[in-house]
């Protein structure tokens, strides 16, 4: 296994330990049961690029290596276990950055399995790391009848499109530097996330679309 894989495995392992967490965190106004929870957990951590993978029309990746699956039922029941004892003023803090550590890993990942195949280089991988990266989220949100991030004013899935497009010309202009250039893409959605969390830096008003009063 060469570096860049390496590092790309890793991201993917780390990435649906998030995702599934992140869905642990979502649901627990919901007062679900810790099955339910778990699936919520599978469901979220996979949903991403099991999209994907069917857009890319390959085997979806966890059905050759059932160790995803292995490791997001793991975060999902160390989530059920603990975060309960979370102050509940902090939950939903934990729930935006642990999401942003997940969406930043896939976008990556996403982003890189389309370019090794070569599908639709150079825009398509933007593409399909956008949908890795939102797409089980978007998934857990509409199980839970919940307001997916996705259609708010918050910058969430501008952040991940600009990482992916970043990455991307890393590896069309500069594929030396991908393994930097992964790093610095991942780096800067996690960035841009936190200042829409912290400092409420959302979408410009004119790039919505508003019904005329």
Known sequence: MTTSQ????????LGTAAFALAAVLAALDKKVDIFSVTVLGVITAVGGGTIRDCILDVTVFWSQDLSYIV?????????????????KKK?????????????????????????????????APII???????????????????P????????????????CSIYSGFLLYAPELSQFGAILSAGLIVYLRHISIQ?????????????KK
């Not at 399909?128 to 919940?146: H, K, W, Y």
């Not at 997916?148 to 990482?163: D, F, M, N, Q, R």
Request: charged fraction near 10%; charge should be neutral; aromatic fraction near 14%.
């Open 199 to 211: 400092k409420h830096v959302n979408v410009p008003d004119w790039a919505i679309l508003q019904r």
């Open 91 to 123: 939950i939903n803090t934990l729930y935006l950055y642990i999401d942003t550590f997940a969406i930043a890993m896939f976008a990556i990942q996403g982003t890189d399995k389309a370019w090794e195949m070569g599908f639709g280089v150079p825009i």
């Open 128 to 146: 399909l790391g956008t949908i890795t990266a939102v797409g089980g989220g978007v998934v857990r949100d509409t199980l839970l009848q919940r």
């Open 148 to 163: 997916s991030l996705l259609l708010t004013k918050e910058l969430y899935a501008i952040p991940v499109a600009l990482g």
């Open 6 to 13: 390496f590092i790309i495995e890793a991201i993917t392992v």
């Open 71 to 87: 490791i997001a039922i793991s975060a999902s029941l160390f989530g059920f276990f603990f975060f309960p004892l979370i102050q």
